[in-house]
């Protein structure tokens, strides 16, 4: 391993590993940094560990990463697992820990590809043993073939709850019922931007299958679902739900909650980036020019961590990324960059058509977005919306004075299941918009480091 | 809490989970074998001694914080299982040495 | 935009622990009070505070300031009871006493060498600091390995450690039940005096007052120049390092290392001249690191998660400035770099002398003729 790169990419995705690929055609020397100990990030999870013998639990789509994970071995791109990314300097020097130590490595360009999680769904009782993301009961499955035991409801809106729901009923999952929290209201919303999205028509079909595959299975659906609330003892015993005009509770084992993805934006918030506030999905994302690069010089961000845009999108925008930090590196020019980045745009645009549709037709509901008093928002520090709603009126009036009054944000998950609630919850308690409000200012370690590792490691000059 | 649905995973890794042996295959992280030794909390808090489970499984939520092969506070869903190793839920605090 | 004048007695600018330890004095005198705050962005020297109420070490060259600290010492099992009392929050104040370590033969050589200065200064009366060599200090510490390269430290049984960001959130409740009013992201932009009235103009507000307290850090040297003062005092940054969460183990309170009352570990600390950037740097988290393991070597294993930088408020002699202004009298500036420990009399002597012009006796050494003093010599 040197200690200098032409790219150093963060992430091992679609985006990272397009970007790696895309690279590697100019010569350009880079190295991809996985905090997995294998390629495929999370919408490829496991890719290279699933046998010949799964696939037919899974999609077309996701064997495509079976390709990029082995062109990508294939490659002259070197690639660091294991590796936990916790500084990055302005003046693009990388800090990571491996196997136990602590090591720093310069780019000419970085490229910050560490995609998506999913939004936080905090209602009360979510932090029952029991209570888990519908994303995490599919890393499971696909890393591990695990399903859930027992009875199983899914509750939240969008397309993956159902593609979740369809996988695990195809596993032998018991899922009781689907909580379908979207609002009536929405599809008239979302109508106008159905004729730009048949431009994407294959994303559209996938999601009628999604919906099939469920109806197949015969899992009843709740839908306009409100005040749902997990309720439980040592484990979640029950989920209340308000549907229909009825109030239910159903007998569980397990709860699993999806209300969309949303940007992981620690790194970008470290190097400090700008970001903007997506209006329509309720999510902060990096601002980037139209290669993918911030205004922190060479810094570039590509796939979800760069606004929710879906596996195919963020290939097409690591390969542009790749593209500009090959001209940075000399390694083409501006022209032959321009013409090489044609089919890329094109494809990335067409791709993206669906976008304004399935956004307008999913956008979260305003209660898991600004939860009651009484629910946990702060899970580390165990802080509720009551008690933020109490530090704004002592006259907390933005993230870090209310992280210094209440410790909400001081865990160790350093505020990314936290954050962005709690900038709505400020928002809507005063009255003032998302923008004006902001973000805890994040430093780094970004992910918790040993101190002696700090100690000894060699920094870089 | 969780299952295994099929044995397509072959080759079987010992890890000891509250001083009980589960046998999980290669590539697992330690949170499977949480799960496969019919756990479903990997944590107590020191806040509110209440049972904390994984909630992510993808690194962002720090919920599934373990104690294994004596150091504390590691996330079970971002650590591969390895032969012999030994994990301890995460009961409050951890002390300064272990 | 509103264009009336909020009026109040007196306006204290600056909503860190100074100002609003000193805002809370002043509530109590019966007037009514004011105090202003940045935004949730500002600097804020408060937010980043190691949390030592701290004794020894200071003052060597003044003596009515080693007086001062004593004072403020001696008086702060009162205030966190009085603080407490009005609003059940605990500060989780505790009079652990303090070490300040020495890691090297000539670094112990040095600090006994102040220590005694400043005992002699004391005269008569007793200085309570004491070097210890390296196995009484070790015996202080029964729960934790001193490291072997330690030679020793200075130890007061004076000093002691508290929640800094619980102490400020409780003098600005304690100052709103009193009756103060808080206006938060109404930074001052403009301080002017019409007839016998300050007006001071925010962005979002004007307000008229009788007296006026600037108390706003860094802040201070910018409003000051408005009234023709120019007050002396720099950003230092400091960088601050927090582990993990950890039992009980550290019992006393060091000068660079401290266990929170969550159990975290607090390590600090770096002086560095870089103007106004409260960035951190890896070398000198690195340093710190490295002096803290030095230590206690078993604080190796535990994991960093957080690291910040902010910046001390300083004057040239590191003591705190104290005064009112000359050319318009009712305008104070109250700062100093020991906010926390000095707390109990910023709200109560500091009131006393604005409200009712009682002045702490050798209260003069605090204003600014000292370094004019120094200039001429």
């Keep these: ?461 | 809490m969780f299952k295994r649905i099929n044995d397509t995973f072959t080759d079987r890794v010992r890890v000891s989970v509250e001083g009980r042996d589960v046998l999980v295959a290669p590539g697992d992280t330690v949170v499977a074998a949480i799960f496969a030794a019919g756990k479903d909390y990997t944590r107590i808090s020191s806040i509110s001694g209440e049972k904390r489970g994984p909630y992510c499984l993808m690194g962002v939520c720090y919920e599934c914080l373990v104690e294994i092969d004596g150091v504390p506070n590691q996330q079970a869903c971002q650590t591969p299982v390895r032969e012999g190793m030994r994990v301890i839920l995460q009961r409050g605090l951890r002390g300064l040495r272990q | 935009m509103n264009t009336g004048i909020k009026t109040t007695d007196i306006v204290v600018i600056g909503g860190g622990i100074i100002g609003a330890a000193v805002a809370y004095g002043l509530t109590k005198t019966g007037s009514s009070v004011v105090m202003l705050d940045e935004g949730d962005t500002a600097f804020r020297a408060a937010r980043a505070n190691f949390g030592l109420v701290w004794f020894q070490g200071k003052g060597l060259g003044s003596r009515r300031y080693v007086e001062w600290c004593l004072e403020a010492t001696d008086k702060w099992p009162e205030f966190a009871a009085e603080l407490f009392g009005i609003n059940g929050m605990a500060l989780f104040y505790e009079n652990t006493g303090g070490l300040r370590l020495c890691y090297t033969w000539e670094d112990f050589q040095k600090r006994k060498a102040l220590i005694d200065g400043l005992k002699d200064q004391n005269g008569k009366r007793p200085y309570d600091c004491e070097m210890l060599e390296h196995q009484l200090v070790q015996d202080m510490l029964p729960g934790v390995r001193l490291g072997e390269s330690i030679v020793g430290a200075s130890y007061s049984p004076r000093d002691g450690h508290l929640n800094p960001l619980c102490l400020l959130t409780s003098l600005h409740d304690c100052f709103q039940h009193k009756g103060g009013r808080y206006f938060p992201a109404h930074a001052v932009r403009k301080i002017r005096q019409v007839n016998d009235v300050f007006i001071i103009e925010t962005g979002a507000a004007r307000f008229g007052a009788s007296k006026v307290v600037l108390a706003a850090g860094t802040g201070t040297v910018h409003l000051a120049s408005m009234l023709g003062m120019r007050i002396p005092i720099q950003p230092q940054r400091g960088q601050i390092l927090v582990t993990e969460r950890v039992r009980p183990t550290l019992s006393v309170a060091l000068e660079t290392i401290r266990q929170t009352n969550e159990g975290s570990f607090l390590l600090g600390a770096s002086h560095e001249e870089v103007g106004f950037d409260v960035h951190t740097s890896t070398a000198v988290v690195q340093k710190i690191a490295r002096r803290a393991i030095r230590a206690f070597p078993d604080l190796a294993a535990l994991k960093l998660v957080r690291c910040w930088g902010a910046l001390r408020v300083l004057s040239p002699d590191e003591m705190p400035i104290y005064l009112e202004s000359e050319e318009f009298p009712g305008v104070y500036v109250v700062t100093s770099h020991s906010g926390v420990s000095l707390a109990p009399l910023h709200a109560c002597h500091i009131p006393g002398w604005i409200v009712e012009c009682r002045v702490p006796q050798g209260f003069a050494d605090f204003d600014l003729r000292r370094f004019h003093v120094q200039k001429n010599q």
């Design chain 1, 1 to 461: 391993m040197k200690n200098t790169y032409d790219l150093i990419v963060i992430g091992a995705g679609p985006a990272g590993l397009a970007a790696a690929l895309e690279a590697v055609q100019y010569d350009l020397s880079v190295v991809v940094l996985d905090d997995q100990t294998g390629p495929g990030g999370q919408i490829f999870r496991a890719i290279e560990r699933i046998p010949a013998v799964d696939r037919r639990l899974m999609e077309k789509a996701y064997l495509r990463g079976k390709v990029l994970a082995e062109r990508f071995r294939d490659s002259t791109a070197e690639y660091l697992p294991g590796a936990s990314v916790w500084q990055l300097e302005p003046d693009r020097i990388v800090s990571c820990s491996v196997n136990g130590s602590s090591r720093q490595i310069k780019g000419k360009t970085i490229l910050i590809a560490t995609g998506a999680m999913e939004r936080p769904v905090p209602i009360p009782g979510w932090t029952l043993p029991g209570v888990m993301g519908a994303a995490a009961a599919d890393v499971i499955l696909k890393s591990s073939n695990m399903v859930p035991a027992g009875r199983i409801v899914l509750a939240g809106s969008g397309p993956f709850l159902y593609l979740v729901a369809g996988r695990l009923a195809a596993a032998g999952s018991n899922i009781e019922a689907i909580l379908d929290t979207m609002p009536r209201a929405n599809y008239l919303d979302a109508i106008p931007y159905l004729p730009r999205a048949l431009f994407a028509w294959e994303s559209l079909l996938k999601g009628l299958v999604m919906f099939w595959k469920v109806w197949r299975f015969k899992i009843p659906v709740y839908r306009n679902a409100k005040e749902i609330q997990a309720r439980g003892r040592d484990h979640v015993e029950s989920v209340l739900v308000e549907s229909g005009g009825r109030l239910r509770e159903i007998q569980i084992d397990g709860l699993l909650l999806h209300e969309g993805v949303i940007p992981n934006t620690q790194l970008t918030r470290q190097i400090e980036c700008e970001h903007e506030w997506d209006p329509i999905q309720y999510y902060w994302k990096p601002v980037t020019d139209a290669w993918g690069f911030c205004r922190v010089e060479g810094v570039a961000v590509a796939g979800d961590t760069a606004g929710i845009g879906g596996a195919e999108a963020a290939e097409m925008a690591g390969s542009l990324v790749a593209l500009e930090a090959a001209r940075r590196a000399g390694a083409i020019s501006k022209t032959a960059r321009d013409l090489a980045a044609k089919p890329f745009q094109k494809s990335r645009a067409r791709v993206l058509s669906v976008r304004p549709f399935l956004d307008h037709l999913y956008r979260p509901v305003s209660y898991v977005r600004v939860p009651r008093d009484d629910t946990i928002v702060c899970r580390c520090e165990e802080i509720t919306a009551g008690q933020i709603r109490d530090a704004v009126t002592r006259g907390g009036v933005g993230p870090n004075q209310i992280k210094s009054q209440t410790r909400c944000g001081m865990g160790p998950c350093q505020g990314r299941m936290c954050g962005t609630v709690l900038s709505e919850i400020i928002a809507d308690s005063l009255k003032i918009r998302m923008p004006e409000v902001g973000y805890y200012t994040v430093r780094a370690p970004i992910k918790p480091v040993p101190l002696g590792e700090v100690a000894e490691m060699e920094i870089f000059h």
